[in-house]
């Protein structure tokens, strides 16, 4: 059987994460941990990361935990708000993020995710988001 950071890493491929390099590191109950290198692609044009590439590694990571942490009879979710503090930024290395759940709800869930520079230690981003959680329809 395949570890959550292997089917987090899988749902990557094709997909934006992917495109962009999100990559899970470790996974347990509540907490998700991923990184992303820097890299031309995900720059803005004035040279330094882009911030739509942090918000991604951040709103990526704290989906992926909200998706492994879904209640019984839920078919999904979809972020319904998220807010983001750019404290700094990087031009090269390697940024981490460590999502962490704030609420565990049946209709919603509330993720917190910083996003700090590896060599640096430095924080770039603090970010929050909810997500709603999605059930099936019930057929009449």
């Not at 109950?29 to 803005?44: D, K, P, S």
């Not at 990526?60 to 879904?70: A, D, E, N, V």
């Not at 990087?90 to 709800?105: K, N, P, S």
């Amino acid at each position: 059987m395949s570890s959550l950071v292997d089917k987090i890493n899988a749902l990557s491929a094709g997909s934006l994460p992917g495109l962009l390099g999100v990559h899970a590191v470790k996974a347990e109950r509540g907490v998700i941990h991923t990184e992303m290198q820097v890299r031309a692609e995900l720059m803005a044009p004035n040279g330094y990361l882009h911030a739509g590439s942090l918000v991604t590694l951040a709103d990526t990571s704290c989906g992926y935990g909200c998706r492994s942490m879904l209640p019984e009879g839920a078919s999904g979710f979809t972020t319904i708000e998220l807010k983001s503090n750019h404290l700094s930024t990087a031009r090269e290395g390697t940024v981490e993020c460590v999502a962490t759940i704030v609420h565990e709800g049946r209709t919603t869930q509330v993720w917190d995710a910083v996003v700090k520079h590896r060599e640096t230690g430095k924080t770039l981003v603090m970010f929050r988001c909810t997500q709603i959680i999605l059930y099936p329809v019930p057929k009449n």
